[in-house]
């Protein structure tokens, strides 16, 4: 049984099917009872989905209600017709929950190219409303595209006598339906607080979890990542104490779901975490991180449990590490030592072979006494992964 | 049975096995009877080599005799010692030779975090000058790592009654055995060009050409292309006709060469050029082509002979193609039109689908009517590619 995560107080969330996939919940909307601050970080792809340019023109901002999710159908490339198609289903989204448009955001999910399916869409709103609780975990289901499992967890905190709850949701990473357009992530919570303040931690913490994964290095035209907050809990989180709770609360559950996200990734079956520290430059860091993960020599390598550290080695140096940080490079795969002082180490391969049958492989490299460390997560590169992406369309 | 190729003038070449492989040659020379203008194109890694390093401190150069290139041994990763190897590698093959250790030009290809095997590479000297010949077939077999087929080429041209030929040779691609350090190239030619010309033909050549090839996106400490040129046609080419007609020879071998590497990448099955036309900016069609060979979705999707164009606009727009440049963009799927002024196309599926069944598949991507194009050329992705690199090291 999926266990049950609790909306934030003044949520409600639901997932219905609307009959673009058989059975599972292929629609989904979270609302709150009072007006919400909210703020969004957006994919970098410059051939944005229409519901991404539409968000984008609402946030950040302290008067959002709801939002809107359908997965089956990602409504990118479909040009004028598609920011039509998106601005119909906001505004019977909003008439049905007895809303404005504007206080209605929108996310979409699927296939590239083809236009939303509004004659679907629209009848399921009635039932979607009839269908909400305050529990996450049928929206969870209804976003979900090629997704294996569902991903959403919540955390809380307490200051002042109060409580305050964070929840939030993702999905992505599977592409068995071609043209998927992948990451979405949802962040809910009662704090009280600043759209500006909920903008800035919302990006440092997606620089730091979902900007940190990778499953195979494209970025889709629909990724997006919203977080709404109602204030209800009572609890100011602009700064002090409560500010640093509130940012460690949604980083935390946004890096579990992000490493959901990077262990469900297409036809993987090993989560692999990097850690690049004792870097003089985070940028650098952040770099060599996501490259190591974004290697198809190291994901193949992985996959076959070979402690093959040339290949990270080389991936350092495409990253661009100074070549007199060489001397000072340490890499541990796991919890043995291959290379250090700039050297080759003489290691056990077979302890070190066997330590990476784990289903979760850490590689580690230190590339010096630097104060910055950056962490990314991804997965094996797997013969499913090619099985997955080769199918028809 | 291999085509020869012959030699440009005053120049030999040779391969021979000195041990490292059980039969295959694996240490090759070319050497020239006069003088060398010589200029070099490098990996842009920072963990470079031991012998890039060496090459980078001699060029460009007036005076290089020959080069020697060994396979199996990468000589990266190994500090100062690998610098010493490689000085004595040049050592002995001057001796041998009879000529000064400055006058000679390094390679290495093969498993990174070893020392170069002095022991083989040195006795097997004499057997090599022994062999040497006016053509350049054993040397292109002593360059090979994991390459299923060896790779050169020539070119000629006539001016002033006067015949110009250019030689080239590459190897690269494969990395069955695990820490391949890659691309290769070597281009030798008879014209008589100063040495800045010869550098400037070969960056400008190799933008073109090694530059826009990939077949899993990982840059190796090992890359590198080296010119040489003796001056024996009596052919100026420092400018007018026959600059033209020079830079037109390099550039033919060269991405014949180029093409050969991306066919022959490992586990391939198809080649697939990429050509980005109609671009305002240079720069940006070369990104948006690089970045449809290397995305493994339109790799996979290719394999399943899948006319997948939604992948491809998404890599576009992770390019950075400008949004209003949106409603001008053509694709092509050989000649299958499936996306024009912004639009999906309804187009015959299966008969697009056949068409991809060539073992060569061409993507057209057209972004408007601005001036610039750029081709790359990569290959698919395929299962055996995992398995390939999931061998133990």
Same mark, same amino acid.
């Given at each position: 049984?999926?266990?049950?995560?609790?909306?934030?107080?003044?949520?409600?969330?639901?997932?219905?099917?609307?009959?673009?996939?058989?059975?599972?919940?292929?629609?989904?909307?979270?609302? $709150?009872?009072?007006?919400?601050?909210?703020?969004?970080?957006?994919?970098?792809?410059?051939?944005?989905?229409?519901?991404?340019?539409?968000?984008?023109? &609402?946030?950040? $901002?302290?008067?959002?209600?709801?939002?809107?999710?359908?997965?089956?159908?990602?409504?990118?490339?479909?040009?004028? +017709?598609?920011?039509?198609?998106?601005?119909?289903?906001?505004?019977?989204?909003?008439?049905?929950?007895?809303?404005?448009?504007?206080?209605?955001?929108?996310?979409?999910?699927?296939?590239?190219?083809?236009?939303?399916?509004?004659? #679907?869409?629209?009848?399921?709103?009635?039932?979607?409303?009839?269908?909400? $609780?305050?529990?996450?975990?049928?929206?969870?289901?209804?976003?979900?595209?090629?997704?294996?499992?569902?991903?959403?967890?919540?955390?809380?905190?307490?200051?002042?006598?109060?409580?305050?709850?964070?929840?939030?949701?993702?999905?992505?990473?599977?592409?068995?339906?071609?043209?998927?357009?992948?990451? *979405?992530?949802?962040?809910?919570?009662?704090?009280?607080?600043?759209? /500006?303040? &909920?903008?800035?931690?919302?990006?440092?913490?997606?620089? @730091?979890?979902? %900007?940190?994964?990778?499953?195979?290095?494209?970025?889709?035209? %629909?990724?997006?990542?919203?977080?709404?907050?109602?204030? +209800?809990?009572?609890?100011?989180?602009?700064?002090?104490?409560?500010?640093?709770?509130?940012?460690?609360?949604?980083?935390?559950?946004?890096?579990?779901?992000?490493?959901?996200?990077?262990?469900?990734?297409?036809?993987?079956?090993?989560?692999?975490?990097?850690?690049?520290?004792?870097?003089?430059?985070? #940028?650098?860091?952040?770099?060599?991180?996501?490259?190591?993960?974004?290697?198809?020599?190291? #994901?193949?390598?992985?996959?076959?449990?070979?402690? %093959?550290?040339?290949?990270?080695?080389?991936?350092?140096?495409?990253?661009?590490?100074?070549? /007199?940080?060489?001397?000072?490079? @340490?890499?541990? &795969?796991?919890?043995?030592?291959?290379?250090? /002082?700039?050297?080759?180490?003489?290691?056990?391969?077979?302890?070190?072979?066997?330590?990476?049958?784990?289903?979760?492989?850490?590689?580690?490299?230190? &590339?010096?006494?630097?104060?910055?460390?950056?962490?990314?997560?991804?997965?094996? *590169?797997?013969?499913?992964?090619? @099985?997955? %992406?080769?199918?028809? $369309?």
């Amino acid at each position: 049984m999926m266990p049950f995560v609790q909306m934030p107080k003044g949520f409600l969330a639901t997932g219905v099917n609307c009959g673009v996939r058989r059975y599972r919940p292929d629609i989904g909307i979270i609302k $709150s009872e009072t007006p919400c601050v909210a703020a969004g970080t957006f994919t970098t792809n410059t051939f944005k989905a229409a519901p991404v340019l539409y968000n984008m023109s &609402l946030l950040p $901002s302290d008067s959002v209600r709801a939002l809107v999710v359908n997965s089956g159908h990602a409504n990118a490339a479909t040009g004028e +017709q598609g920011l039509k198609d998106n601005l119909e289903f906001a505004q019977h989204t909003a008439e049905t929950l007895g809303l404005r448009q504007s206080e209605i955001l929108v996310a979409s999910t699927g296939v590239v190219g083809e236009r939303l399916p509004l004659q #679907k869409l629209i009848p399921a709103l009635p039932q979607a409303v009839r269908a909400f $609780s305050d529990t996450i975990n049928n929206f969870a289901l209804a976003i979900m595209t090629t997704d294996l499992v569902p991903k959403f967890g919540s955390e809380t905190f307490e200051i002042q006598g109060k409580t305050v709850t964070v929840a939030a949701c993702a999905k992505g990473s599977g592409m068995i339906h071609p043209n998927m357009a992948t990451m *979405l992530g949802f962040v809910v919570s009662d704090a009280l607080v600043s759209k /500006d303040v &909920l903008q800035k931690v919302l990006r440092e913490v997606s620089d @730091e979890t979902f %900007n940190m994964i990778s499953v195979d290095g494209e970025t889709s035209t %629909n990724d997006m990542v919203l977080a709404l907050s109602n204030g +209800q809990s009572g609890v100011n989180v602009d700064s002090g104490d409560a500010y640093k709770l509130f940012k460690q609360a949604v980083l935390k559950v946004c890096r579990d779901l992000a490493i959901s996200v990077a262990r469900d990734g297409e036809g993987a079956s090993k989560l692999i975490t990097v850690i690049v520290e004792g870097s003089a430059d985070l #940028k650098l860091a952040r770099e060599a991180a996501r490259l190591i993960t974004t290697s198809p020599l190291i #994901k193949s390598a992985v996959h076959g449990e070979d402690p %093959n550290w040339g290949r990270i080695l080389v991936r350092l140096g495409q990253a661009g590490v100074p070549t /007199d940080w060489f001397e000072n490079i @340490e890499i541990r &795969l796991q919890d043995v030592t291959v290379f250090k /002082d700039g050297s080759p180490q003489a290691f056990d391969r077979p302890a070190a072979r066997q330590a990476l049958q784990a289903d979760h492989v850490t590689i580690r490299c230190t &590339l010096g006494n630097g104060p910055h460390s950056a962490t990314a997560w991804g997965c094996d *590169l797997t013969k499913r992964y090619v @099985e997955i %992406n080769t199918e028809y $369309s």
